[in-house]
């Protein structure tokens, strides 16, 4: 339940239907800026927990480690994290649906980054460990 103070405006004269309409509208714009703030709200806690969740994943958070020290290829990060290519690319392309991570290609070679703040935010509160390499 939304609830609405509605305050006069200091030149509404009471029984005035000009006013009255006026009034109305006045608060019926209110209500649709307030409807229009809390969806674009709700989608955006929608999408960060969408992140989030795919940053739980092992493998999804050992490829955004990597990538937070640096750009890296596929081949890279295949070596780093041991998965297959094929594995790696179903990771990246969630990940790039979700706005974490874009890649930059030169010739052939494609290098993924990170893309995302939260994402960047949310990896410097991890604890610094050194991760053995597969």
Known sequence: MIILLIRQPENYVSGCLNCYICLVNNNQNKLQMLKTNLTDTQNTLEHTAQMLKAMSHPERLAILLELSRNEASLQELSQYTGLS????????????????VDYTRFMRIVQ?????????????????????RK
């Not at 094929?86 to 706005?99: D, N, P, V, Y």
């Not at 993924?112 to 053995?132: A, F, G, M, N």
Request: proline content about 8%; charged content about 20%.
């Open 85 to 100: 290519p094929t594995q790696l690319s179903a990771h990246l392309t969630k990940m790039r649906q979700l706005g974490m």
């Open 112 to 132: 993924y980054r990170i893309t995302s703040d939260i994402v960047r935010s949310v990896l410097k509160t991890l604890p610094q460990y050194p991760l053995e």
